[in-house]
């Protein structure tokens, strides 16, 4: 019996109505996107031949590996913990407490272009405001490394909840730049 859905086009495995993301050269299921970092865009996904895609997931195995051998300590505590192997000169952002369960992506200093804070609105609720960090990289095996740091409600721009959220953003900016100056 065929799956209505139609197969993935990297495992041949069937594909779902959720989770599942468009690459060049067909559709991946969401068993195969979960092997993806989490930091790799839909918009990249979406231009990366099988080929491509076979090559991430083989960088994520070896990167797997290799978080077992860093020695990492966190820097910031937050919605995303920032963690740093001085030695080597790496940097992970972790969403839970433990980079090696979640595969968190091992980011050598040198890769980080520039640093940016964004505001957006809420996707599920316009009366709130997000507060992101934005890492660009070069020469690694995506553009970008994006993370939430606060929500807050967007009439209350200038108050507290709000300071502290621009605080935290911050607070990651000035450790990366000062990382990267190491």
């Known amino acids: 019996m065929s799956n209505v859905f139609g197969e993935c086009s990297l495992c041949h495995g069937p594909l779902t109505p959720f989770g599942s993301l468009a690459c060049a050269e067909g559709t991946i299921c969401r068993n195969c996107v979960a092997l993806l970092s989490p930091f790799l865009s839909k918009e990249e996904v979406a231009e990366m031949t099988l080929q491509q895609l076979n090559e991430h997931i083989e960088y994520r195995k070896a990167n797997a590996e290799a978080l077992k051998d860093l020695k990492v300590t966190r820097l910031i505590d937050g919605k995303y913990d920032l963690y740093c192997d001085e030695e080597k000169k790496h940097i992970l952002f972790v969403k839970g407490r433990d980079p090696v369960k979640e595969n968190a992506d091992i980011i050598p200093l040198a890769s980080v272009d520039r640093l940016q804070i964004t505001k957006q609105y809420n996707k599920n609720d316009a009366n709130?405001?997000?507060?992101?960090?934005?890492?660009?990289?070069?020469?690694?095996?995506?553009?970008?490394v994006q993370f939430m740091t606060n929500t807050f409600p967007k009439t209350d721009v200038n108050v507290e909840a709000y300071q502290q959220a621009m605080d935290l953003a911050y607070d990651y900016l000035n450790k990366i730049k000062d990382l990267v100056s190491i």
Do not use: Q, T, W
């Open 128 to 144: 709130y405001v997000d507060i992101f960090v934005k890492v660009y990289l070069h020469d690694f095996r995506f553009k970008c």
